[in-house]
């Protein structure tokens, strides 16, 4: 135990701002590791910023803007190594979907409704930190963030395919983008459609062969995977040039347009309070979304160098980025998959390579926006959906539909609903019908009368195996903890155990798998005593657990108990049916 | 297994129609023991009815009403055979709030929401009943159901002190309620006061002593409590008398007045629409409550007998009585618990015994109306009063507090909140929370680090026990089933445990006390799994359970583990630490 109180108080402060820990202990060859990755993952990050701006209805140098302060706030507060935050396709969705419905994508007011959004989901991160409410997130049970995900990636790919086919169609929910795409589908522009097909199909190799190409034609199995990373950075600079060179902007074909040079403006986002009070439910499920993803990234990349993160920490990181956005002009960031990955490969060892990201995004916010210029929107909606169509993965699907038809169910209707009523009804009601489906299903517990396997001391489900019983003894094993949802359950299972039997003299409740008792528990456990007790038996405990045990001790049950309590359900049988059981 | 198809019809039928089996058999014993009890049964219901009738709001008329036609229908579809329907006090209580918001008391509108709320509640419970819904009752855990009985008990009593005080004074909410009585606290009628207080006094005398004194003066004990029970009874020919001799209306005391005579009016209700829409949520809620207390008295009674009531049935049954109520202008029923007890206690056998009270009631409609005039307020306001101060036990509240301050907290909250914000916030806001505090506690299980008890194969938690462990090998056990909630809980564990052992090759999960592992919790093993490989640790098994082992087996979870699944957990450690452990 360290008791010098100095170094305990730097203990406590490396806690919340773990950049005392790792930033102490920084030498050159770390130096190194973080500048080779920070290069790698700028270069991805240009194209991904400006699309998942793009994809979230604002305008391109949002994206960059989100990609500069958030990474040197998660550079002070993260405790994660390696992880790479930005913004991100879900997020940049949900952000869309938010806002949408209280201002018109590319007005200011909407630009502004998003740096409230990203200040009030930063804001409910930090708190969720600092009062330690990261458990909150765990209610995003797989299968609603397996539907939610899916359904996501789906509303995505189908809402950025009016980019690829230059044409004018929005909507949050299946119904009403599929009729305007279908609408609209007549107005297609061919120049248009020709570049985004051909960087989608360009992208959609290069993601499944190209890395693997290269290795097979000799190049280093790491070098080959960062090019196969950057083939966006190619698509966008041969689309680029095509649409300068054959100005095709003067046919129709949709550019980025012109982006301001420069560092984002440090700005209060506004505080109407109206605007505030619309967007505090979105917020906070985009919180717990962003928080999810992002602790779930950190913690699998942690663990292969035995490293921690530490979730409430975690939250505070992620809170402190979201601010920083909003303050500089963004929009609200996470924790991203594919970046994070790339950052962890390209040989990141800390989160100083966060900072070099950010200043490499910062360099060409200064110097490369007039070259984005004639950039195509169509190659922004590529990347978007190639990236996207990963989320989709039908075989999550197919294995929860073989392990449980309950979890099935719940990711099918958060996927149903996301698509057709969009992300937030999706989310709710799939969080709503997992807890229903849970508690219903926690409300039957397994009960099974056990009796004695022959010539041992163990007794097993009478269903199941080959034992031996007595009529005047009853032996049941509850398979749960009791608790209000299921202490009536029990009830029933005895009185109907007790009307059919007539020469029952004594019911043993054999305890070994109840983890805990709660008040309406025991208050069904001593109904069921006194029900018994009237009815001329008497109930007895066996096995139970020393927690469970120790708050049952000082209670009137336990004190009032027309039977006993036996350490082994053998002791009870053995005590309470001498002659012996009967098969 | 009885092949008959007649038979088998039969039996399905008498699962239906419970009067179908026990009417069969109905001979001249059982007629003695239900007419006995009928007759004493009405001598308690009609001073009930009446008072509980005007605690709804509505004519004394309609609690008479109330105690007819429903009897009726619970002696056809009921499986208690002695539980007693009518109006009671709770019950009466939340129509008179929820009807409180629609209409004004005492006039044709208020008593026709009445009818409406019992329709609704009826409607509910059998379609409950059909969909074998009655699990929902268990979400009215004993902290929320004691909070709320408490609370409804004071706030009856308060609300009707207006009556014994002779003053006017309204409200939902104590709040409300106890500024109103103070501001006409100098408006109080002496006459009023002093038959209420006489009232109040042998009343509460009689419920305490009377049985006990009547034993000693050497009554048989049966007659002793029968003679007791009939107290208001007493107090209702005593206090009527005194009111028509001393002519005590003149002098301000409010009395029952003209209670028309003779039988139910059978009629529809109001089919108004928006009517219906206020009153669903009342009638929901109203519908659970008088459930959970009616199926809880008549399982308490059956099992005296080894008898027993069916969930599902009762449900349907208590629909049928308060469609039945519905429908014969009364307001809605429930099984009430003090005449339930009388019942069975003076010998009821059956469900006949609520025919004969039924008809015992309808001859008191028709011949005893007229007595009934000069019935002073105050005596009925004290039959409540004295009745529903039995419900506030303080015993329950100490007893959950020593037992858990979890459940404390849900019931004082419950308690609080239906005193300060009505019985329907209350009662909404308990479940939620009880829910919520379920949801908390459950995400956090016990995780326990397990070791070798020397000399055994036993394994025990390390800070309990003095025990062996080996620094390669790390054997938790984790003390709850493993679901959404608590899934991301045992990563953290497992990686924090990880982080902090460097020599560790191998983690033992013992799986003893896992009930069920959902997809959540799957996914959560499979990248626990991941991250251990990844780290060079295998991950093993042991101890799991049939059921769970069923529903792994075909997982690609079990198929991947790097490690093994061992029968029990000392086979694990004797096949991965063979050095053997050290202390």
Redesign the interface.
């Known amino acids: 135990m360290n008791r010098n109180p100095a170094a305990s108080s730097r203990i406590a402060w490396t806690k919340w701002l773990p950049i005392l820990a790792w930033g102490r202990a920084y030498d050159s060859r770390q130096f190194g590791g973080d500048l080779l990755a920070a290069g790698i993952v700028t270069l991805m990050l240009i194209p991904q910023s400006l699309a998942y701006a793009m994809l979230a209805g604002l305008p391109p140098q949002a994206g960059l803007y989100a990609s500069m302060l958030p990474l040197l706030a998660y550079a002070v507060f993260g405790s994660s190594r390696t992880l790479a935050v930005g913004p991100a396709a879900v997020t940049s969705l949900m952000t869309a979907t938010a806002i949408g419905q209280l201002a018109v994508p590319g007005t200011p007011a909407y630009w502004e409704a998003a740096l409230v959004l990203a200040l009030l989901s930063g804001g409910i991160l930090l708190l969720m930190g600092l009062l330690r409410l990261g458990?909150l997130?765990?209610?995003?049970?797989?299968?609603?963030i397996a539907g939610f995900i899916a359904a996501s990636g789906l509303l995505i790919a189908v809402g950025q395919a009016r980019h690829v086919l230059g044409i004018h169609a929005q909507g949050d929910t299946l119904p009403v983008l599929l009729p305007a795409l279908w609408r609209q589908l007549p107005a297609v522009n061919w120049p248009t459609l020709a570049l985004g097909v051909g960087a989608l199909v360009f992208l959609w190799w290069s993601r499944q062969r190209l890395g693997r190409r290269l290795r097979a034609w000799g190049w280093r199995p790491g070098l080959a995977e960062v090019l196969g990373r950057s083939a966006p950075v190619l698509a966008i600079a041969v689309t680029t040039l095509a649409v300068w060179a054959w100005d095709l902007q003067a046919q129709g074909v949709q550019v980025v347009g012109a982006v301001p040079q420069g560092l984002p403006p440090l700005a209060w986002p506004s505080w109407n309070p109206s605007l505030w009070s619309a967007l505090a439910m979105p917020a906070l499920l985009l919180s717990l979304v962003g928080f999810a993803e992002s602790v779930?990234v950190g913690?699998?990349l942690?663990?292969?160098?035995?490293?921690?993160?530490e979730?409430d920490q975690e939250l505070v990181a992620l809170g402190a980025s979201n601010v920083a956005a909003a303050f500089s002009g963004g929009l609200p960031v996470t924790g991203g998959f594919s970046r994070s990955v790339v950052n962890f490969d390209a040989g990141a060892r800390t989160p100083a390579a966060g900072v070099y990201t950010a200043l490499g995004i910062a360099l060409a916010a200064v110097l490369l926006t007039p070259l984005l210029h004639y950039l195509p929107q169509a190659t922004l909606a590529a990347t978007v959906i190639v990236a996207v169509l990963s989320l989709v993965d039908v075989a999550v699907f197919r294995?929860?539909w073989?392990?449980?038809r309950?979890?099935?169910s719940v990711?099918a209707a958060t996927l149903l609903l996301t698509l057709l009523a969009g992300v937030e009804t999706g989310l709710v009601a799939g969080v709503v019908l997992?807890?229903a489906l849970?508690?219903?299903?926690?409300?039957?517990?397994?009960v099974a009368e056990v009796g004695q396997v022959p010539g041992t001391e163990h007794f097993r489900n009478v269903r199941?195996h080959t034992v031996t019983t007595c009529d005047a003894v009853l032996g049941l094993r509850v398979?749960?903890?009791l608790?209000?949802?299921?202490?009536?359950?029990l009830?029933?299972c005895i009185?109907?155990a007790?009307?059919r039997r007539?020469a029952l003299k004594h019911v043993v409740l054999q305890c070994?798998?109840i983890?805990?008792i709660?008040?309406?528990a025991?208050?069904?456990l001593e109904?069921i005593e006194?029900?018994?007790r009237?009815?001329g038996i008497c109930l007895h405990l066996s096995e139970v657990?020393?927690?469970v045990m120790d708050?049952l001790a000082?209670?009137?049950f336990l004190r009032c108990l027309s039977g006993q309590v036996f350490l082994t359900h053998y002791q009870a049988i053995a005590a309470l049916a001498p002659g012996g059981l009967s098969q």
């Open positions: 458990w997130a765990n209610f995003l049970g797989h299968p609603v779930s913690q699998t942690a663990a292969r160098r035995r490293q921690r993160v979730p294995r929860i073989e392990y449980s309950f979890d099935f990711a997992a807890l849970h508690l219903y299903r926690s409300s039957r517990p397994h199941r398979d749960e903890s608790y209000f949802a299921n202490a009536r359950y009830e029933d009185n109907d007790v009307a007539q070994s798998a983890n805990n709660d008040a309406s025991l208050a069904s109904m006194v029900r018994l009237d009815a657990k020393g927690p708050r000082n209670t009137a």
